[in-house]
């Protein structure tokens, strides 16, 4: 059996066959859908197709459909009837739903098609600024960020995943003064990051107090842009301690990227890049600046060079379209930031369109995160370092994990709440729409039971027991030796429920909604626990137990496949 194609696609397929067998005359098939049914009591699939082109032939949308069904049927196929005016309904036939759950659970993607086979996608996130500890708000773009890299590399693409540090620029100039005024070397030694986070806001300040000082930060970063031997030291310094620093939250994420280009790497491009908007005179000067107008598509003006001559942000981001362009000749490029760069990126994609740099540009923005009492702001003081919530997170997940196994070794038990902890943090994001704005709270983010990480680890955990004690009590015997088989109504369920994991994740990277895995993989541990609840496993007659076994085994692959997806670990106990 194939597990090439999702199953929408090859039913639609097949059911623009049959209505072409049943109409010849229809020349436009587009609109002849397949998809997942919305009432499971009517059928597995429908399609919806009918009650627009029968209008059209002017015929009845019943005797339309009736013509349809009555084509021979798909091998996957139990029976197809007509329920309402005209919607044409499908159920899966019992020997092909178990042969593709048996062919998922064989398969290395679990049943996920290479739809991305030959094609580049571009993922630029993450993106923190040198010489500042990454706090809570970058974890929404690093874990959706991932998340996204995740599925795309499953679905066959290749990923290119850039993260695009905050690495130049007039703060460095600030920096830099602070350094040579403020430093505390044992601090620099003890905590470099956070000691270059002190000496610039202390600089920072400085520079608002007097203006001589901001002349010297200017001073020096003119050096520093030069060449200066000195500041180029101090520059890379700043830079290669922060790297180091964001290298150890990345491994306790477990986030990897392809590249690390920063700012500074496009900088010397930036000339370039604003000459040739000016030959094809798309850029001109205006009150001092340099410009491309897009009044045409009702956006305000992208400032590509600023009245002192310096580049901005969105001069950057052309040269790295550009080299990305030339370097990797993506179909996609696709950023993850913040809400508040929407009408940057509008800026940006729209002109790079006018310079004609083809490629599928995306903007993936998501809403800030919250405490219960309001944004994370760094004039309140609430500004939660990410390295301190990861160690919160741990400490909590502990005292459950302590609590639920208290018979696990010391060792095993750290193991554990690292793996619950980081889960916990991550999946209270991930679950969401990234477009909302999130609440974070303690108690809903490690519950045990509904929508979180700790309940989807908890599911996958608990099927890994079971299995382990068929091992135990049936030594020798393979649950694979036997066929799959439904005596039961919700072993049927559960079989359709695994078999859309391909859809979900197909689903969830297209429109880049990590929260639609999530939602997909909390209806698939509802469905398993009633299951668990209402049909014997171990006591259940010789093939009829190790059929469960197997769609219990199939469940759990899914589960962990997709928890896979938002870098979420499933140990085999919590």
Same mark, same amino acid.
């Given at each position: ?30 609109? *002849? ?91 630029? &996130? ?13 974890? !929404? ?8 890299? !995740? ?48 000496? $610039?806001?202390?600089?920072? /300040?400085?520079? !608002? ?26 520059? =890379? ?27 500074? $790497? ?20 205006? /009150? ?44 996609? *490029?696709? $950023? ?80 554990? +709440? ?16 990234? =477009? ?20 989807? =680890? ?11 004690? &068929? ?84 469940? +759990? ?16 106990? *919590?």
């Amino acid at each position: 059996m194939k597990t090439d194609q999702l199953t929408t696609d090859m039913l639609t397929d097949w059911m623009r066959v049959a209505f072409k067998a049943a109409f010849p005359q229809l020349t436009d098939l587009s609109a *002849i859908t397949v998809v997942p049914s919305a009432n499971p009591d009517f059928g597995d699939y429908q399609c919806n197709a009918v009650m627009a082109l029968a209008k059209a032939m002017q015929m009845k949308p019943r005797d339309m459909a009736q013509a349809v069904i009555g084509q021979p049927l798909h091998p996957s196929l139990e029976k197809m009837d007509i329920a309402g005016p005209g919607f044409i309904n499908l159920r899966l036939a019992p020997q092909w739903l178990a042969g593709r759950v048996a062919d998922m659970a064989a398969s290395g993607t679990n049943g996920v098609p290479a739809v991305g086979a030959g094609k580049t996608v571009i993922l630029d &996130y993450s993106s923190p600024n040198v010489a500042k500890p990454m706090h809570i708000g970058h974890i !929404r773009s690093t874990i959706i960020g991932n998340s996204l890299d !995740r599925m795309f590399r499953l679905m066959g693409y290749r990923v290119i995943a850039d993260n695009h540090i905050g690495d130049w620029g007039t703060q460095f100039g600030i920096l830099t003064m602070g350094y040579r005024h403020f430093i505390d070397k044992a601090a620099l030694a003890e905590s470099p990051v956070e000691e270059l986070e002190r000496i $610039y806001v202390k600089s920072y /300040e400085q520079s !608002r107090a007097d203006e001589t000082w901001m002349d010297s930060c200017r001073q020096e970063l003119v050096k520093l842009q030069a060449g200066d031997p000195e500041n180029r030291a101090l520059w =890379q310094m700043f830079v290669q301690v922060s790297l180091k620093e964001f290298d150890h939250i990345y491994r306790r994420l477990d986030v990897k990227f392809d590249m690390v280009r920063g700012e500074s $790497y496009y900088h010397d491009m930036l000339k370039d890049i604003v000459d040739d908007l000016e030959k094809r005179g798309l850029a001109r000067e205006s /009150e001092g600046a340099t410009v491309v107008f897009l009044d045409d598509l009702g956006l305000p003006p992208c400032i590509v060079r600023k009245k002192d001559g310096g580049f901005n942000y969105a001069a950057t981001d052309l040269a790295t379209v550009a080299t990305r362009i030339r370097e990797f000749s993506p179909d996609r *490029i696709v $950023y993850v930031t913040d809400e508040r760069q929407q009408l940057h990126f509008r800026q940006v994609f729209a002109t790079c369109r006018k310079m004609g740099l083809e490629a599928r540009m995306e903007h993936i923005w998501f809403g800030l995160m919250r405490l219960p009492e309001g944004v994370f702001s760094t004039r309140q003081g609430n500004v939660i370092k990410l390295e301190r919530l990861l160690d919160e997170a741990e400490t909590r997940a502990l005292a459950i994990v302590q609590q639920t196994s208290p018979e696990m070794s010391p060792a095993q038990q750290q193991d554990v +709440a690292r793996a619950v902890g980081i889960g916990a943090v991550k999946y209270a994001d991930l679950s969401q729409n990234p =477009q909302t704005t999130v609440t974070f709270t303690w108690d809903k983010a490690l519950a045990l039971d509904g929508n979180s990480g700790p309940y989807l =680890q908890y599911a996958y955990a608990r099927i890994a027991s079971v299995i382990d004690k &068929y091992a135990a009590q049936f030594p020798g015997k393979n649950p694979a030796d036997y066929p799959l088989q439904f005596t039961e109504p919700i072993e049927r369920t559960l079989a359709m429920k695994i078999t859309r994991f391909p859809e979900a994740v197909v689903k969830a990277a297209e429109s880049y909604k990590p929260s639609t895995m999530a939602d997909y993989l909390y209806d698939l541990a509802q469905a398993y626990s009633t299951f668990y609840q209402n049909v014997p496993f171990l006591k259940a007659p010789e093939g009829i137990r190790e059929s469960r076994m197997r769609l219990c085994g199939a469940v +759990a692959k899914t589960l962990r496949s997709g928890l896979t997806l938002l870098g979420i670990e499933t140990p085999d106990r *919590i």
